[in-house]
């Protein structure tokens, strides 16, 4: 049994991942801003803890952090406003990593997206450019770190059912349901070690998670 916790706790794919990492046997703790999400949270089989990750300095972290296993970050601010989404996407992000290096946290994954980089191509004019630029850092700044990490770049995201299957092969992007992403983070908590260091895009397809998570251990 591992510790993990989620960040983001409430988002649509934290909240079908919990689940499956709670019958995976984990002790799963998901972080939210709204008290008012702690049932919703807590009907997965998770621990609601309550946090504003915004605003925690890094004592905050450590103290959030203090005994996790796995740190599974899964937070976003949605868009929109570009102090926040540097604030929660970067800042924020950043400073859990440091806080999981810190605190010894054996595992840590990060939920990105597909094209996430220094060579993203969003254009600067366009609204999207500041949560693609904080996205780059955060992915950048984990694979600076100590820590043994798996960023997973999802490409665009559908409510669809679970298939099961992916294609973590693809050259472009393409689209998946958010319930397979879920699953590709039970998959790679369950792999532990066995993903660090590795960067998986992946798109909607036919290998098992499994299978195609197996193809990209190091």
Do not use: C
């Not at 254009?123 to 694979?143: G, I, V």
């Not at 669809?160 to 983070?185: L, S």
């Not at 098992?208 to 197996?214: E, S, V």
């Amino acid at each position: 049994m591992a510790r993990v916790m989620i960040i983001g706790g409430h988002g649509k794919i934290a909240l079908l991942a919990a689940p499956l990492l709670v019958q995976d046997g984990n002790e799963v703790t998901s972080v939210i801003r709204n008290p008012d999400q702690s049932d919703e949270v807590e009907q997965t089989g998770a621990r609601a803890r309550v946090a504003d990750i915004a605003t925690l300095d890094a004592d905050g972290f450590d103290e959030l952090l203090a005994g996790q296993d796995v740190v599974v970050w899964s937070a976003g601010a949605g868009g929109g406003d570009p102090d926040r989404t540097y604030a929660v996407d970067r800042d924020a992000a950043t400073a859990s990593m440091d806080a999981a290096a810190r605190q010894g946290v054996d595992q840590y994954v990060i939920v990105s997206y597909f094209g996430a980089g220094p060579d993203h191509g969003v254009p600067q004019d366009n609204p999207f450019w500041h949560y693609a630029e904080a996205k780059t850092a955060a992915d950048e700044h984990l694979r600076g770190s100590d820590l043994t990490w798996t960023i997973l770049q999802p490409s665009k995201l559908t409510s669809g059912e679970a298939t099961g299957t992916i294609d973590a092969d693809a050259d472009e992007a393409d689209e998946v349901a958010r319930a397979d992403v879920a699953r590709v983070i039970a998959e790679t908590v369950r792999a532990g070690a066995a993903l660090g260091g590795q960067t998986v895009r992946f798109n909607a397809g036919s290998t098992p998670i499994a299978d195609a998570l197996a193809a990209h251990q190091g």
